[in-house]
């Protein structure tokens, strides 16, 4: 494994070759902080590394210095703790609150992340969609409360019936 939740072989390559290379540590850093500041039950990696053949291929229709070629981008989705999914909007909004530099919106679920900088890649900074061809989001910040894992309320309860006793710990929703 390459962190708690994510393992090298989520972030091989869909060419025929499924080629692998070592994701950015930043990345992996970044995407296990997005998936406690969601309190996600899993965060799906749809896209991890692109070799450049892979990557210019009319089925990706990308570049061949695409940040997927660079190791610091993953496109993924994001399922809540009831296994529904988060909508794009609220994983993207999560995504700028732990720091990724690159941004954008994919489909209604699904994100493209990456930790661009201007030592890996051609600039530093992109939030945009691709659904509407917005390439200059300011921001996706709408005051979504998040409540990380471990920063949820417990209390403990106890009850007595037919001369047992029953705890146990009740968490917030
Ligand atoms: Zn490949
Ligand atoms: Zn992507």
């Known amino acids: 494994m390459l962190?708690?939740?994510?393992?090298?072989?989520?972030?091989?390559?869909?060419?025929?070759?499924?080629?692998?290379?070592?994701?950015?540590?930043e990345l992996i850093d970044?995407?296990?902080?997005?998936?406690?500041?969601l309190d996600a039950k899993s965060i799906i990696i749809t896209s991890g590394y692109r070799c450049p053949e892979?990557?210019?291929?009319?089925?990706?229709?990308g570049t061949v210095n695409d940040?997927?070629?660079?190791?610091?981008?993953?496109?993924?989705?994001?399922?809540?703790?009831?296994n529904t999914q988060y909508d794009a909007e609220t994983i993207a909004e999560a995504a700028e609150l732990v720091g990724f530099t690159g941004i954008g919106i994919i489909t209604a679920y699904a994100v493209h992340v990456d930790v661009r900088n201007k030592t890996n890649y051609v600039n530093d900074h992109w939030y945009g969609n691709e659904r509407t061809g917005n390439d200059y989001i300011k921001t996706f910040i709408r005051g979504?409360?998040?409540?990380?894992?471990g920063t949820k309320t417990k209390m403990k309860v106890t009850i007595e019936y037919d001369d047992h006793t029953?705890?146990?710990l009740l968490e917030e929703d």
């Open 166 to 168: 029953f705890s146990g």
């Open 3 to 25: 962190s708690e939740h994510f393992d090298l072989s989520e972030f091989t390559c869909k060419c025929s070759k499924h080629c692998t290379a070592t994701p950015d540590k």
């Open 144 to 149: 979504t409360k998040f409540v990380p894992r």
């Open 30 to 37: 970044k995407l296990e902080k997005l998936h406690n500041m």
């Open 67 to 82: 940040a997927h070629t660079r190791n610091i981008a993953a496109d993924i989705i994001a399922y809540k703790q009831d």
């Open 54 to 61: 892979h990557s210019a291929s009319p089925e990706v229709g």
